[in-house]
Nanobody
């Protein structure tokens, strides 16, 4: 069974920064070969892709976060990170880590204006 645990969310003022972390565990995962993704869901909206990273380190970002967010991974720690800079109130959402069909429970990010 795979577990994904996110952390690092919180309340921040517009223009501020946060770094989210997601650590994967489970007896059968081979973390280093799996693509990872960060998604978010704001109240009343559908869940959307924020950023994803392949096993080889290639990245893809939603247009709304390009130039502000950076996804990275540390295979030795089974971890994926999301550095979020220049945060906007529109970034307020629950942020979820995804690996294949498995999801974490999310971490809440609130950006005040």
């Amino acid at each position: 069974q795979v577990q994904l645990v996110e952390s690092g969310g919180g309340l921040v003022q517009a223009g501020g920064s946060l770094r989210l972390s997601c650590v994967a565990s489970g007896s059968r995962i081979i973390f280093s070969i799996l693509p990872m993704g960060w998604y978010r869901q704001a109240p009343g909206k559908q869940r959307e892709l924020v950023a994803e990273i392949t096993a080889g380190g290639s990245t893809n970002y939603a247009d709304s976060v390009k130039g502000r967010f950076t996804i990275s991974r540390d295979n030795a720690k089974n971890a994926v990170y999301l550095q979020m800079n220049s945060l906007k109130p529109d970034d307020t959402a629950a942020y979820y880590c995804r690996m294949n069909s498995d999801w974490g429970k999310g971490t809440l990010v609130t950006v005040s204006s």
